[in-house]
Nanobody
Framework: VQLQASGGGLVQAGGSLRLSCAAS????????MGWFRQAPGKEREFVAA????????DYADSVEGRFTISRDNAKNTIYLQMNSLKPEDTAVYYC??????????????????WGQGTQVTVSS
């Protein structure tokens, strides 16, 4: 199983980025997916999650209304559209996979497959 995250970069505050995570080696539609992030010196934190069909999503309070998670099962890919970025969004962003129907998707310990991370830096 491989999850390949991409799309990170350097952006000014107020700008936008779109992250992608391409999955291979698994039956993608059998998995709910999530995005997490980790800033230097901080613990990994939940950002967003989406169910296997793309019909339900959940967001951390800190990104609600600014970020949108989506997926394309035909392309085995999930996305994270990030708008109105703030310096505090600076972190390495990770995508992760968990068997569909798993509860407590905000908990990183539930996820069984992880991508390598992509750096997002927001300058003030």
């Amino acid at each position: 199983v491989q999850l390949q995250a991409s799309g990170g970069g350097l952006v000014q505050a107020g700008g936008s980025l779109r992250l992608s995570c391409a999955a291979s080696g698994l039956t993608f539609s059998n998995y709910d997916m999530g995005w997490f992030r980790q800033a230097p010196g901080k613990e990994r934190e939940f950002v967003a999650a989406i169910n296997w069909s793309g019909t339900s999503a959940d967001y951390a309070d800190s990104v609600e209304g600014r970020f949108t998670i989506s997926r394309d099962n035909a392309k085995n890919t999930i996305y994270l559209q990030m708008n109105s970025l703030k310096p505090e969004d600076t972190a390495v962003y990770y995508c992760a996979a968990v068997f569909k129907g798993t509860k407590l998707l905000r908990s990183s310990t539930r996820y069984i497959h992880w991508g390598q991370g992509t750096q997002v830096t927001v300058s003030s």
